[in-house]
């Protein structure tokens, strides 16, 4: 079993950053990627980042390229989420989740960290 723990969640004006934090323990050698998605109220839960474990290679959406980072800390088994230039429209509670395949769903969850961004 995987636990994850998130944090860095919060109130920030739109242009302003937050960073996410997410600290795995227990398996956590079973683990090959981590990622985050988020869930805005009224909305299906979309995925935001991720990346490998073993070999750091990171993926996007679209709606992140070039504002947020993923990034990881195998020493501290942590995985963050630097959040650059918010927009309203990315207030959502923010999950991380992390997966044995490099492929397929996801295994374990977090309990989330709310994101909210005022215009």
């Known amino acids: 079993q995987v636990q994850l723990v998130e944090s860095g969640g919060g109130l920030v004006q739109a242009g302003g950053s937050l960073a996410l934090s997410c600290a795995a323990s227990?398996?956590?050698?079973?683990?090959?990627?981590m990622g985050w998605f988020r869930q805005a109220p009224g909305k299906e839960r979309e995925f935001v980042a991720a990346?490998?474990?073993?070999?750091?290679?990171?993926y996007y959406t679209d709606s992140g390229k070039g504002r947020f980072t993923i990034s990881r800390d195998n020493a501290k088994n942590t995985v963050y989420l630097q959040m650059n230039s918010l927009k309203p429209e990315d207030t959502a509670v923010y999950y991380c989740a992390a997966k044995r395949g490099a492929s397929g769903e996801y295994d374990y969850w977090g309990q989330g960290t709310q994101v909210t961004v005022s215009s």
């Open positions: 227990g398996n956590i050698f079973s683990i090959n990627t």
């Open positions: 990346i490998s474990r073993i070999s750091g290679t990171k």
